[in-house]
């Protein structure tokens, strides 16, 4: 075998190396890893200590030149191999949270994905290093949670959303308007490129939707744990949400104009929902959600090709938006 191209191999493909050659009859000596690696005695202990954690049991004898590590006679190695569309998923999955970037959690995931390369089969070598030329996630807008507050703040609502326990925090509400909060936190949602917390409200007791960016402090009551309700499911509570923030549903109907009926027709915009073809080419959907600011931006974003026809609530508050629209751009170059 010839001299591996260090600058090619990360370090899970090194260890790969490592294992194969510790798991030749007799064995391999140290040095010889050290020289193919270019590793020193301490990069060596912890290169072995990540395949012992990954349940390799290594045997270590001697010493100097005559150190030989070897494989145990008695390790049958299951030979788990990732395939490649295993392989795809990992790569795609770790796209979803590229708007985490620069936080611990981001950290994390890379090292755990850094120890799953051992299970990647080497003729998948050649694809996985061109995966970023040949697949892309398109960057949406994105929260921005590169700051170490930030950074902390994700860390803390995880560890309490895994180890059930209340929060203190202190939550922006608007521009200037903070609010302080105890909170029985539920589930962390990823929605639109950003974390959001559902959490029961203990003053109210109502379950609400909270912006993890929004948190200007968030402390854990380390000492309490708390009891989610037996009967608590996320995807329920957001059934009839567009969008993150949940309430009362209401039959939404909207007609498109003819000219949109292909955009509309070809999407899932929400379970609930029902598409009318009308006889003027244009096309009614029908939903059961709760009408929330999120409905009503989403609707307002289709302009004069979209008229809503139910709930009024709705339409006012359209034609409302509408009217202000006008009255701030008129007159202005």
Do not use: C
Request: a neutral charge; glycine letters at 6%.
């Amino acid at each position: 075998m010839g001299r591996d191209s260090l600058e090619d191999l990360n370090k899970g493909q090194k260890l790969v190396r490592v294992l194969e050659m510790a798991s030749r009859p007799g064995g391999v000596r140290a040095v010889e890893i050290m020289r193919r690696f270019d590793l020193d005695p301490r990069t060596l202990r912890r290169y072995l200590a990540d395949l012992r954690d990954l349940e390799v049991p290594l045997e270590d004898e001697g010493r100097g030149d005559r150190r030989i590590i070897r494989v145990a006679d008695r390790y049958q190695r299951a030979r788990v191999v990732l395939s490649l569309a295993e392989v795809l998923s990992l790569h795609f999955g770790r796209t979803l949270f590229s708007f985490l970037d620069g936080t611990t959690f981001a950290q994390d995931l890379d090292d755990a994905l850094e120890r799953l390369a051992p299970m990647i089969a080497r003729t998948h070598d050649d694809v996985r290093g061109q995966l970023d030329r040949m697949f892309v996630a398109v960057p949406e807008p994105r929260k921005d949670y590169r700051s170490e507050i930030a950074s902390d703040i994700i860390d803390e609502v995880i560890t309490a959303v895994v180890y059930a326990q209340p929060v203190d925090a202190r939550y922006r509400k608007g521009a200037l308007q903070l609010k302080r909060y105890r909170l029985h936190p539920y589930t962390l949602a990823v929605y639109r490129q950003g974390l959001y917390l559902l959490a029961r409200d203990v003053s109210d007791g109502v379950i609400k939707t909270f912006a993890v960016d929004r948190f200007e402090e968030l402390v854990r009551a380390r000492r309490e744990r708390l009891e989610r309700p037996a009967d608590w499911d996320p995807r329920e509570h957001l059934r009839h949400a567009f969008g993150i923030v949940g309430g009362t549903p209401e039959v939404v109907e909207i007609r498109f104009d003819a000219g949109l009926r292909p955009y509309v027709e070809e999407r899932i915009w929400h379970d609930t929902q029902t598409l009318l073809p009308q006889p003027d080419g244009s096309v009614v959907l029908r939903l059961e959600v709760a009408v929330t600011a999120e409905l009503q931006r989403w609707v307002r974003g289709f302009g004069a090709d979209v008229t809503v026809i139910a709930p009024d609530r709705l339409r006012q508050a359209v034609v409302d938006d509408a009217r202000a629209l006008v009255a701030r751009h008129e007159g202005t170059a």
